[in-house]
């Protein structure tokens, strides 16, 4: 009798035990420390308008005269992007005034203002942001002589370049930048004939961005 009580007391406990191995062994395991999931990466938005400042340097020729203006040039400009994926294009437009002059013999030509209105597109990779561009010149020539005599004209042409720009906060950015400018020619009286300027530009700018 004694025995008959004691195997049913042993095989009872015997099932317990499995039953408690078999439940601890479906029960998760937790480590001591994970390490969080990265944050989720943030695409840099150039999408919106956007205000800023450019300076940089100038250098050109004049038709049917060998003066050769240079100088530094400087302005504000003004713009708005459209951005799909990582594709991005708007429109610039910019104001400057430069020191650009040269003299030969009895003239001396300077250019001391131009704008451009101008057509941009590229392509984003990350916060960098590299375009071409293109569009209507605009800007001032005047004609000097050793005699005191002056005449400016006013002249429209086309422009066109490229650069780059980098976004290091999610609204300022820098940028460099190439433009090549050809305005057209008008008649000077004070040389006898048409002048125009062909010029190229190389500037740095910051942009903030609403």
């Given amino acids: 009798m004694k025995k008959t009580v004691y195997g049913a007391a042993l095989g009872a406990a015997?099932?317990?035990s499995a039953t408690g191995i078999a439940g601890?062994?479906?029960l998760p395991s937790y480590p001591y420390?994970?390490?969080?999931?990265p944050?989720?990466?943030s695409?840099?938005?150039?999408a919106g308008p956007y205000l800023g400042a450019t300076l940089g340097y100038e250098w050109g020729s004049v038709d049917n005269?060998?003066?050769?203006p240079t100088g530094a040039a400087g302005g504000i400009e003004a713009g708005f992007n459209w951005q799909h994926g990582n594709f991005v294009y708007g429109g610039e437009a910019d104001i400057n005034l430069s020191a650009a002059?040269?003299?030969?013999?009895?003239?001396q030509f300077s250019n001391p203002w131009f704008g451009t209105v101008r057509g941009r597109a590229g392509v984003a990779i990350g916060n960098v942001l590299i375009f071409g561009t293109a569009g209507l010149a605009y800007g001032g020539l005047t004609a000097d002589t050793s005699g005191n005599l002056s005449e400016s004209h006013a002249s429209f042409g086309w422009t066109a370049g490229g650069g780059a720009?980098?976004?290091f906060t999610p609204h300022w950015s820098a940028k460099a930048e190439w433009l090549f400018l050809d305005f057209g020619d008008h008649h000077y009286s004070v040389t006898g004939t048409n002048n125009g300027l062909s010029t190229n530009l190389l500037r740095l700018g910051v942009n903030y961005h609403f």
């Fill in 14 to 16: 015997l099932t317990l």
């Fill in 24 to 26: 601890a062994a479906d």
């Fill in 33 to 37: 420390y994970t390490t969080p999931a």
């Fill in 39 to 41: 944050a989720p990466y």
């Fill in 43 to 46: 695409a840099y938005s150039w």
């Fill in 65 to 68: 005269n060998p003066t050769r």
């Fill in 101 to 107: 002059s040269d003299t030969f013999a009895p003239w």
């Fill in 165 to 167: 720009e980098i976004g």
